[in-house]
């Protein structure tokens, strides 16, 4: 077992390798393959897993899938469940043709929804109820990737396994308003606010709900990790489990971006899950024994990468 927490010796390719997660897992593997969705539409063709040369990859760090935000899931239901499930198919048929290793990325929006789970939410849980209504299509979608892998495993002895972060942010992040996630929407919100000098920055729902974020370098360190340290047919949470109200993400990033004015809640737009905590213990039980860098130093880093990015805020380069 490697104690590097951060290395592999495993010849990776990355698919989604520019988004958020695909980028970080790239960059903490010199050598590794990237193929970004401009260089193989995995919902058309596996075509450029299937002409790899042999020996060329050995593990294939599957970070491709339609994401999006609370509200993107809901209004384009139909399109999450889609995409990912046909992306999904061409990526296992083509692993299990090259006899490639396969790291699948799910995510904890998956698992049951109260109250058909106890919190915090284990692995064992997953299939145990219905999720959210807000993300029904994606969730249902990764749920089936976790299915494929260990039906794929059982006939045909594929080495597939599944991780499952919960809500990543970093460097590498989609700024849309309305289909991105609330921490790149929440820093744009405040420097769009800060440079047009306005008091006031809107915050979705009613700021109750509960999150919790893991940096997505630290992801990224965890899953090159268990690409060579893990081979079991369970899923694995691999998320921070430090958890933040909705409100209070929301003033500590008014507060790392100089903000003097106030928030106000849009309770019609939605809130989503009240909640998702989950546990890592099955993780740190396989031997995982890095940090998790505290959100505050994360919420710094990436607000500073934002800064440097779109110094102008106006302008900004939308990723759909
Ligand atoms: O990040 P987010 O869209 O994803 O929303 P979910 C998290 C919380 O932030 C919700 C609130 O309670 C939102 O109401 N929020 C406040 C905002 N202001 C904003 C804003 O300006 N933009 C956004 N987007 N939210 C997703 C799942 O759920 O989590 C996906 O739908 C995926 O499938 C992802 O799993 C990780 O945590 O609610």
Known sequence: MTTDFARTNRKVLVTG?????????????????????????LIESNHAILTLEDGQVDTVIHCAARVGGVKANTDYVADFFDDNVKMNMNVLDACR????????????????????????????QLHMGPPHHSNFGYAYAKRMLEVQNRAYRQQHGCNF??????????????????????????IRKFHEAMIEGRSEVIVWGTGRPVREFTFARDAAKIILWLSENYDGDEPINIGNPDWVSIENLSLMIGEEIGFEGHVK??????????????????????????????????????IKSFADRYPGVRGIKIKT
């Not at 390798?17 to 539409?41: Q, R």
């Not at 989950?278 to 990436?302: H, I, V």
Request: with cysteine.
């Open 161 to 186: 396994i599944s991780v499952i972060p919960n809500n990543l942010y970093g460097i590498n992040d989609n700024y849309d308003l309305n289909s991105g996630h609330v921490i790149p929407a929440l």
């Open 17 to 41: 390798s520019t988004g958020l997660l695909g980028s970080e897992i790239l960059a903490l593997s010199p050598g590794s393959v990237g193929l970004s969705s401009k260089e193989c539409d």
């Open 265 to 302: 809640f849009d309770t019609s737009k939605p809130d989503g899950q009240y909640e998702k905590p989950s546990s890592n213990r099955k993780l740190r039980s396989l031997g995982w024994k890095g940090e998790y860098t505290p959100l505050r130093d994360g919420l710094r880093e990436t």
């Open 97 to 124: 043709e090259k006899s490639l290793k396969l790291v699948s990325v799910l995510s904890t929006c998956i698992y049951p929804d109260a109250p058909y789970v106890k919190y915090p939410l284990t692995e064992d």
